[in-house]
């Protein structure tokens, strides 16, 4: 069922002022949004429109290849390149039974890595190369410049979240020193509309820290509000959708709630969005904030970020899963 509710917008434009009352008010409004909710639409951001345009025509050029040019960039071990239609089931969803894939496929593009980094030599998990189009001129760049920017504004987000927690703005840095990115061009086929077992994306929460979502003018995402209904969140002019997700929530002892959402394209055309994923170094132990909910044990035990997202990719994409490899 449909709710009335709405997804909130926020002007985050404040947090760039010198002044940190001015930053404080931002993030107090942040941290009510996503108490209450956990999804928020953000609003004077500073990323120009001529920025994402662009990033959303890369995404177009790359899903118009011809299917053998893009299955040559099959998604490898580093858990980047192509993945194929249908080919991503959502089994550790805890908010629903998923029976079939999500209709969709995608370019995954995480951090890249300097050909001496000590990670990459050791071969540590999510740590390899990203596999690009080679007949896409100007992909690569466009691609690199707009996760740079979105890493800025995750950045800066977080910085929020720590000060809306009385912490020093700094206080998630040394938990990002070397940040696990992920940008996701997303294409969504249109859906049978009568079908209700089948999902562009079914419903589930981000396993990271936060998501900034760019999408098209098409809609299609949901978000479970309080009541247990789906409110929509349709594209709005000149925001981003972002979200809390998994480890934010364990880090704030389940104040901020990562929010079940889905996506049902509906519309009757093709839809774009490019999610993307801000989350710890893979070395990073993910622990209760300081003076959170002090007068009782936390609700989660602390967990390495790269073990438990190394669980849940395991489980969740076919590629990864050994009886269903080629």
């Known amino acids: 069922m449909a709710s009335t509710a709405t997804v909130p917008v926020v002007d985050v434009s404040g947090l760039g002022s010198a002044n940190v ?16 909710l956990g999804f928020l639409y953000i609003a004077g951001h500073g990323i120009p429109r001529a920025q994402v345009d662009g990033a959303f025509a890369a995404s177009r050029r790359f899903h118009a290849l011809p299917l053998e040019a893009k299955t040559a960039l099959a998604i490898n071990k580093a858990h980047r390149g192509y993945m194929g239609m249908a080919t991503s089931p959502i089994v550790t969803s805890s908010v629903a039974k ?42 690569r760049e466009e691609m690199l410049a707009y996760m740079a920017a979105m890493e800025r504004l995750a950045r800066r987000i977080a910085s929020a979240v720590a000060l809306a927690f009385d912490q020093p703005e700094d206080w998630f840095e040394p938990h990002f020193r070397k940040p696990t990115v992920w940008l996701r061009l997303l294409h969504y086929p249109p859906q049978p509309p009568d079908d209700d077992a089948q999902f562009g994306s079914a419903p589930h929460t981000d396993y990271g820290f936060l ?43 389940g104040i901020l709630r990562s929010t079940p959402h889905r996506v049902r394209n509906l519309s009757g055309t093709d839809r774009y969005s490019l999610p993307f994923f801000f989350d710890p170094s893979m070395d990073t132990v993910v622990a209760r904030m300081p003076g959170i909910n002090a007068h009782r044990p936390p609700q989660w035990e602390p967990v390495n970020f790269g073990e438990y997202v190394m669980e849940r990719l395991d489980k969740n994409y076919a590629y ?5 490899r080629p």
């Open 98 to 139: 998923v029976t079939r894939p999500n209709l969709s496929e995608s370019l995954m593009i995480l951090h890249e890595l300097a050909d001496d980094d000590p990670d990459l030599l050791a071969g540590k998990p999510l740590q390899g190369p990203n596999r690009w189009p080679t007949d896409l001129p100007g992909f």
């Open 21 to 36: 009352a001015d930053r404080r008010a931002v993030a107090r409004r942040i941290r009510q949004v996503y108490e209450d």
């Open 211 to 253: 998501t900034i979502l760019a999408q098209d003018s098409t809609g299609g995402l949901e978000v479970r509000g309080n009541d247990g209904n789906w409110i929509p969140a349709p594209p709005v002019p000149d925001t981003f959708v972002v979200n809390v997700a998994d480890i934010l929530m364990r880090w704030t002892d």
């Open 320 to 324: 990864r899963i050994p009886q269903q």
